[in-house]
């Protein structure tokens, strides 16, 4: 347990990074909270914002789904979360996808009607 914790400490860190990760660990994270910390690659604003989540209770699916917001988004959504506020996290990855899926259908459907129309003859 104890080199799996001093691992987290690891020289790939910055010094801001590491300031984080010791603060977490004062303040009661657990060892699976600071290793989803750590291994994230945030920077140490975004590790700061995501910290506190992690502190004041807030559940790790909602805390996974804010790392893919600014610092200051997440600090909006977690003063949210703690009043009470129906908070809706959407998934980002999907949400693109899901649009580029469509953007590439409607731009498929557009070039093979025009190819179709001039391949066929006119009476």
Sequence with gaps: MVKRLLALFSPELTYLQRKEMEEGKENGLDEEQLAFLGRQGLNHEKMH?????????IPMKQVRKLTQLEPEEIARKRKQILRGEIVELRSFRWETLS???????VIWLLISGFIQSKNKPYL
């Design 99 to 105: 649009v580029c899926m469509m953007a590439f259908g």
């Design 49 to 57: 914002e995501i910290r506190l989540c992690m502190e004041e209770g």
